[in-house]
Nanobody, 118 residues
Framework: QVQLVESGGGLVQPGGSLRRSCTAS????????MAWYRQSPGKQRELVAS???????NYNDSVKGRFTILRDKPKNTVFLQMNNLEFEDTAVYYC????????????WGQGTQVTVSS
């Protein structure tokens, strides 16, 4: 099993920045990709950003140029740097990891609220 523990999040004003972190533990061998998702009330959970083991990244169009996904492999940690935050970024953000490939088991962090408000 893989355990994902998140930190960061909170309340920030529009235009501000936040850095999220997620550390994996347990059966970390075989993790092929890590990602961040988010979900707002009344909306479906959506991909924010992902990174595969070869460093390939994918971003939701709504966050391109504002968010960056980063990885510290020795510490088994993935980060989400969020800049120029907007009201529409308000959501619960979840860390995600996949073992063995796209069809492998998925693991999720506990989810953390990010609220953008003036």
């Amino acid at each position: 099993q893989v355990q994902l523990v998140e930190s960061g999040g909170g309340l920030v004003q529009p235009g501000g920045s936040l850095r999220r972190s997620c550390t994996a533990s347990g059966s970390i061998f075989g993790i092929s990709a890590m990602a961040w998702y988010r979900q707002s009330p009344g909306k479906q959970r959506e991909l924010v950003a992902s990174m595969t083991n070869d460093g390939t990244t994918n971003y939701n169009d709504s966050v391109k140029g504002r968010f960056t996904i980063l990885r510290d492999k020795p510490k088994n940690t993935v980060f989400l740097q969020m800049n120029n935050l907007e009201f529409e970024d308000t959501a619960v953000y979840y860390c995600n990891a996949v073992r063995w490939g796209p069809q492998g088991p998925n693991y999720w962090g506990q989810g953390t609220q990010v609220t953008v408000s003036s």
